[in-house]
């Protein structure tokens, strides 16, 4: 009886410490899928962006208008509003679509002040017959440098989606 009273008394505060180690763990588990869903709402941002700016080329809109509408369709994933706002996004994109960078609504991923700052970077190319259309999140902010590097991760993942559509344009513009 007395050894058993013994084993015990050696034994207190491991299950609080069990389950400490267990709560951090979980911790770090969460805060990994926390980050793989924002890549993966970024990925779906970039693919929603990448269609308006596809659709606008396709349609044969000038290319300040396209680089709009991609915009536009990418603003939940282009950082906090550097520009004037009204508080909407609503009001903010009708009036970014309307008057461009004169409407003085701009976010911080649009027009990067620093060399490896994150950028929503665009690219709309014409072919022969169709239009492809890309839109990368460049530094695409999830992963903190240093973790990074003891993970073993060089450079932060970029989340990228392109469309490819036909030229619909070829067949009504004249060039």
Known sequence: ?????????DERGSTLFEAAAALVIMLLIFVALLQI????????????????ASKGMTLGYRLNLVRRGARVAAIAISGDSAGSTSGRETDDARNYMSYGDASGVWYRYWYPQRNGEPELYLH?????????????????????????RVLGITSNPEPTASTRGFNYSALYLEE
């Open 1 to 9: 009886m007395e050894k058993t009273r013994k084993k015990r008394g």
């Open 37 to 52: 869903y924002q890549w993966c709402v970024t990925g779906i941002f970039c693919q929603y962006a990448s269609f308006y």
């Open 124 to 148: 709309g190319r014409y072919g022969e017959d169709s239009i492809t259309t890309a839109v990368t999140m460049l530094n695409q902010p999830l992963i903190r440098p240093e973790l990074g």
